[in-house]
């Protein structure tokens, strides 16, 4: 389950841009390796990204995983719904379950990400 | 037996199937002057042999002496019931579980133990137990930089030095802004603190009651250092909680101390038992073990170890810490002891520490020549005394009559090398007291 209408990177984080601001998850291929997430910590608003910086961090009940910046900014706003129930990264990856939005520096540095196609075989790759 | 696994044959083996000749070969890019050049050391001994000269180098210990030894570490009372208690087998092990929900004993000793530092010290959550008291200050720290992103760290100079320098000991390295604040009167400095808390201040520590023995009321502080965004760490003494308000009702956000007083003596090098305590929204930043209570899926109560994402052997390089275990002897003993005085217990043991403190600087101060160093203070079972002469001096002196006067301030502050540290604990008598007095007027 890859969504056509985002952009991807190599740490399983997608990114959906609207008007300058990037929207930021991670993928279905990531919650499912961690397992029932148990925690997110979101980052504080206001934290200046660069393009590959880690963001924040997720937990699930036997690993913890940093979320990286897929491109920098600054962030604006954080999913704070997460705090009283992170399953949601679980059961809607792309949808509810959105972790930070940020303001986009340079928006070129999206295009650089991979495309769904590009992810798809990424993943692929990756499972041999 | 020999204490080197392998054989001759077996080095011969591995040292051919690398391609090097000898050892000293493998050795060959270690400078020499790293190098070891041969151990000292005598013949072996038999046990008999070995037994006798263990105990003649005990025998030159000086025990028995009356003390007023404190700073940081207090001679009180341990119950033989005590030790019945963590020695049984079902207890006794010094070290944390590492195949944990098979030693629900342990585990559920570890909860107790949490639950009681919460209790003692107002907070929410607790830890398993760090190495020590001073070690609990380094990590209190590292926490603080990890919740608040910042980089400055100032610590008042009434907090341990023994702390404070494990403190600098430890970051030394790490790139951090860390300030010591002159505390002025025996307490930390309001008006340089104030000056000093920034926006880039992560933590403001204070210890209460002080090295000094001084107690204080940090509300004000908690205020001051959470209206620029940083956090309060207090470190307190354990037994002084059964009559002072806790931190926790200060606006301490992370409260820490050595907890040797619950039920450890008093001895060179420990072990020694540093505890932890926080607010629950500060938990996933917290270091160490954290044993939580649960039910299986049969619904009967059990322990786990839980939240060990924070720890290093699933979060790796990016753990809260390096620190993957807990002093599970310590903190085994500390609850035992705690749970043998109750909350009732402590509460009388506490006030039976103030008022021989009490009554002992009365005495004292009849001395000629001694008066209070801080006289404005209160104090909880230690005090500063002024002396007419080199504390260091009179220390060695009423060593001789059996006395171990206190502690000699001048070792770290030089300002005050006439100033004796004396401690109070519910071991010493009205006599030991007038004792240590009477022999003062004679040396003084």
């Given amino acids: 389950m890859v969504p056509k209408d985002l952009s991807y990177t190599r740490e399983h984080?997608?990114?959906?841009?609207?008007?300058?601001?990037?929207?930021?998850?991670?993928?279905?291929?990531?919650?499912?390796?961690?397992?029932?997430?148990?925690?997110?910590?979101?980052?504080?608003?206001?934290?200046?990204?660069?393009?590959?910086?880690?963001?924040?961090a997720v937990e699930s009940a036997k690993a913890a995983a940093s979320i990286y910046a897929p491109a920098g900014g600054k962030v604006v706003a954080?999913?704070?719904?997460?705090?009283?129930?992170?399953?949601?990264?679980?059961?809607?990856?792309?949808?509810?379950?959105?972790?930070?939005?940020i303001e986009l520096d340079n928006p070129a540095e999206v295009d650089a990400l991979m495309d769904p196609a590009a992810y798809e075989e990424f993943l692929a790759q990756e499972e041999h | 037996m020999p204490f080197i696994a392998n054989t001759e044959a077996q080095q011969r083996e591995m040292l051919a199937a690398i391609g090097v000749e000898s050892i000293e070969e493998l050795f060959a890019d270690i400078p020499p002057e790293l190098l070891c050049c041969g151990l000292d050391i005598p013949p072996g001994l038999t046990e008999q042999e070995a037994r006798t000269k263990m105990a003649a180098l005990a025998g030159r210990n000086t025990t028995g002496q009356i003390g007023f030894l404190g700073g940081g570490f207090y001679d009180h009372f341990i119950p033989a019931a005590l030790?019945?208690?963590?020695?049984?087998?079902?207890?006794?092990?010094?070290?944390?579980?590492?195949?944990?929900?098979?030693?629900?004993?342990?585990?559920?000793?570890?909860?107790?133990?949490?639950?009681?530092?919460?209790?003692?010290?107002?907070?929410?959550?607790?830890?398993?137990?760090?190495?020590?008291g001073g070690t609990a200050v380094y990590e209190a720290i590292m926490m603080a930089l990890r919740i608040t992103r910042r980089n400055q760290v100032i610590i008042d100079d009434s907090v341990s030095p023994i702390h404070r320098k494990m403190v600098r000991s430890y970051t030394g390295n790490l790139g951090i802004d860390l300030e010591e604040t002159a505390s002025r009167g025996g307490l930390p400095d309001r008006d340089a603190l104030a000056a000093q808390i920034s926006d880039a201040t992560a933590a403001v520590i204070v210890q209460n009651p002080n090295f000094f023995g001084c107690i204080d009321d940090v509300s004000d502080l908690a205020e001051m250092v959470h209206a620029r965004g940083g956090l309060l760490i207090v470190s307190c003494y354990p037994i002084a909680m059964g009559l002072l308000k806790p931190p926790g009702q200060m606006g301490a956000d992370i409260v820490v101390g050595e907890g040797q007083s619950l039920g450890m003596p008093v001895s060179f090098g420990g072990?020694?038992?540093?505890?932890?305590?926080?607010?629950?929204?500060?938990?996933?930043?917290?270091?160490?073990?954290?044993?939580?209570?649960?039910?299986?899926?049969?619904?009967?109560?059990?322990?786990?170890?839980?939240?060990?994402?924070?720890?290093?052997?699933?979060?790796?390089?990016?753990?809260?810490?390096?620190?993957?275990?807990?002093?599970?002897?310590?903190?085994?003993?500390?609850?035992?002891?705690?749970?043998?005085?109750?909350?009732?217990?402590?509460?009388?043991?506490?006030?039976?520490?103030?008022?021989?403190?009490?009554?002992?600087?009365?005495?004292?101060?009849?001395?000629p020549g001694v008066t209070m160093r801080f006289p404005k203070r209160w104090y909880f079972n230690e005090f500063v005394l002024n002396l007419p002469m080199a504390a260091d001096?009179?220390?060695?002196?009423?060593?001789?009559?059996?006395?171990?006067?206190?502690?000699?301030?001048?070792?770290?502050?030089?300002?005050?090398?006439?100033?004796?540290?004396?401690?109070?604990?519910?071991?010493?008598?009205?006599?030991?007291?007038?004792?240590?007095?009477?022999?003062?007027?004679?040396?003084?």
């Fill in chain 2, 393 to 444: 001096k009179v220390i060695r002196a009423l060593f001789t009559r059996n006395i171990a006067a206190g502690f000699p301030l001048g070792r770290y502050w030089p300002e005050m090398s006439n100033c004796l540290l004396v401690a109070l604990t519910e071991k010493r008598t009205k006599e030991d007291i007038d004792y240590l007095a009477h022999a003062l007027e004679v040396i003084l």
């Fill in chain 1, 78 to 101: 954080v999913n704070e719904a997460l705090e009283d129930d992170p399953g949601v990264v679980n059961s809607d990856c792309y949808g509810e379950g959105w972790i930070y939005k």
């Fill in chain 1, 13 to 56: 984080e997608w990114i959906r841009v609207a008007e300058g601001i990037g929207t930021v998850g991670i993928t279905d291929h990531a919650q499912a390796a961690l397992g029932d997430i148990t925690f997110v910590e979101l980052p504080p608003v206001g934290q200046e990204l660069a393009q590959g910086a880690e963001a924040c």
């Fill in chain 2, 271 to 367: 072990p020694y038992l540093g505890f932890m305590a926080t607010r629950k929204k500060h938990i996933r930043k917290m270091p160490g073990r954290i044993a939580g209570r649960t039910v299986d899926a049969r619904g009967r109560e059990g322990f786990v170890l839980t939240l060990q994402a924070r720890e290093q052997h699933i979060r790796r390089e990016k753990a809260t810490s390096n620190i993957c275990t807990n002093q599970g002897l310590c903190a085994l003993t500390a609850v035992v002891y705690l749970s043998l005085l109750g909350k009732q217990g402590l509460r009388e043991l506490a006030r039976v520490c103030a008022e021989k403190a009490d009554y002992a600087r009365e005495r004292l101060l009849q001395v």
């Fill in chain 2, 83 to 132: 030790e019945a208690i963590v020695t049984r087998s079902e207890f006794y092990t010094a070290y944390t579980p590492y195949q944990p929900e098979i030693s629900q004993g342990t585990l559920q000793a570890i909860y107790e133990f949490q639950s009681a530092i919460c209790r003692l010290v107002d907070m929410e959550v607790a830890n398993a137990s760090i190495y020590d």
